[in-house]
């Protein structure tokens, strides 16, 4: 699933190509994904413009000029794709959702939302409403929002029990960390993934917070330059120990551990990250 560090740089890409050009068409092929009926999803885009993509958690919220937010959780695999690629126009996608073109000085720009699974759900809402679509309106702060600092960190952690990658992935405590990033920030911080949160001296959780913003903030930089303008793209060959059970660590060479709890991939090293 896209999280914060490709996230970021979409939305950029989108705000960037698609800011201030009327969509000129909405087509939508498998209405399942979107939450509200396909006619005021048409009607409510059709003409408008989008005045800027923001990310919020794993959200991506796209900004009208009708004072209305298109909000996108992409769960799993949903994601947009351009429909002219380098070489020209990509083939159709068979798990293509919706389509939507946009008036451009180069002619048409098309991009198409694509989810394998259907899992994904779209809303339009006014956006003095952003705060009734669901999941979001339970979202704890964004990760990098400026007013998570250490302190508003330290407190809301203390409300939390259980593992400490469990925290980190639940968009309720902090929103925009998914499996792969929740695995390279307890590394960077070298805590075991299945510590208590309770066994977490305040040391630790202060270097819990300095390697969150490291982590996400190093992989956001890479993620950028390796999407490019492919913004259906999820970069992680890059990752120092998420989905590199058997390899080498990078930082003891010791063989990566890695275990699947609740059918979730958790990647660590022993020796980094010590029980
Ligand atoms: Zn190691």
């Known amino acids: 699933m896209p999280e914060i560090p490709e996230l970021q740089h979409i939305s950029q890409v989108l705000t960037a190509r698609l800011a201030g050009r009327p969509i000129t068409n909405v087509d939508i092929q498998k209405p399942i994904v979107i939450r509200l009926p396909r006619e005021d999803f048409e009607a409510g885009l059709l003409g408008a413009e989008i005045l800027a993509v923001r990310r919020s958690g794993k959200f991506l919220l796209l900004e009208t000029d009708r004072d209305s937010v298109m909000a996108v959780n992409p769960m799993l695999n949903g994601r947009f794709q351009w ?3 380098p070489d020209g126009k990509r083939k159709a996608h068979a798990r293509t959702c919706f389509t939507l073109k946009f008036q451009s000085d180069e002619g048409e720009l098309g991009i198409r939302y694509i989810d394998e699974r259907y899992l994904g759900k779209v809303y339009l809402v006014d956006a003095e409403d952003l705060d009734q679509v ?3 309106n339970e979202q704890g702060p964004d990760a990098l929002d400026p007013a998570l600092d250490e302190d508003a960190f330290l407190t809301r952690l203390k409300r939390y029990r259980g593992q400490v990658k ?5 968009a309720r405590f902090i929103a925009g960390i998914g499996n792969a990033y929740s695995d390279e920030i307890l ?3 070298g805590i075991h993934p299945f510590t208590k949160i309770s066994s977490l001296d305040q040391e630790r959780r202060i270097r819990l917070y300095a390697a969150m913003h490291e982590t996400l903030n190093w992989a956001a930089g890479i993620s950028a330059v390796e999407i490019g303008n492919r913004i259906d793209r999820k970069p992680r060959d890059f990752l120092n ?4 059970g058997g390899q080498p660590c990078p930082r003891c060479d010791h063989t990566i551990s890695e ?3 609740n059918r979730r991939v958790t990647s660590f090293c022993r020796t980094c990250q010590p029980d």
């Open 83 to 85: 429909i002219d690629g």
């Open 134 to 136: 669901p999941v979001l």
């Open 166 to 170: 469990n925290a980190l992935v639940n």
């Open 187 to 189: 590394f960077q911080a």
């Open 241 to 244: 120990v998420h989905r590199k």
């Open 259 to 261: 275990v699947s709890p």
